[in-house]
């Protein structure tokens, strides 16, 4: 069979919405094994994953809601509605099959924590498209509660250790949204082809 990549960059759309089922545990390891083929330098494979499903998805929910708190995004709201957001974060939390957390082993050098960070990213575009694929939707999330050490204890990692690169949804798809375009990459080309004189944008 042959994929057209192409297509499926394109047409790949965040999912917010999902069906209950969950994504079986062996195609599931397919799609992971497959993204894992990504870029990564000296082969570190520098990805760690947690899956949280079932029961462990109100509890995960839960303490990033904590976190949310802590970071003030939901200081506008009254104790009231305070508890109403909490049940609607829940809810949400249940409604996606699986939660996947990614992260690093944080070395002594800042720039390697960069490269696999980076190479993490690259996984994670690789299990979306190969999901999609599948007809799999995902959404990858990324908040200041990824830097909340009171958060990464409360999930039993270390924040001296450990680094958190996102948390990715993943599930079959509800609802599709609409794409969105993006804007044509000639505007966002520099090109330069003598003296480090960058020419004029097409
Ligand atoms: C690093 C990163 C963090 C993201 N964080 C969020 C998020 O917290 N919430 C969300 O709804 N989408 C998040 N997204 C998804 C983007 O909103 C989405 O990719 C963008 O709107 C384009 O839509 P598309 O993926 O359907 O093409 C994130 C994407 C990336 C790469």
């Known amino acids: 069979m042959i994929i057209d990549v192409r297509k499926v960059i394109r047409e790949r759309r965040t999912i917010l919405d999902y069906k209950p089922e969950k994504v079986g545990q062996e195609l599931l390891l ?11 330098h000296y082969m570190k494979q520098p ?22 708190i802590r970071l003030g995004y939901l200081k506008t709201l009254s104790a009231d509605k305070l508890q109403q957001a909490r049940l609607a974060y829940d809810r949400f939390f249940k409604s996606v099959p699986h939660h996947i957390l990614f992260y690093i082993e944080k070395e002594d050098n800042g720039y390697l924590d960069d490269e696999n960070f980076a190479a993490v990213c690259a996984y994670i575009q690789n299990l979306q498209l190969l999901a999609w694929e599948k007809g799999i939707g995902s959404m990858w999330t990324a908040k200041e509660t990824l830097r909340d050490k009171i958060f990464i204890r409360d999930i039993g990692l270390s924040p001296e250790k450990h680094k958190l690169v996102a948390v990715v949804q993943i599930g079959y798809p509800n609802k599709v949204p609409k794409g969105k ?6 505007h966002k080309i520099e090109w330069v082809k003598s003296d480090l004189k960058v020419e004029e944008r097409v």
């Not at 397919?30 to 990564?40: D, L, T, V």
């Not at 375009?181 to 000639?186: K, L, N, V």
């Open 181 to 186: 375009e993006r804007t044509p990459i000639e």
């Open 47 to 68: 990805w760690k994953i947690r899956i949280y499903e079932d029961d462990a998805r109100s509890s995960f929910g839960e303490k990033i809601v904590d976190s949310y």
């Open 30 to 40: 397919e799609i992971m094994n497959g993204a894992a083929y990504a870029p990564n």
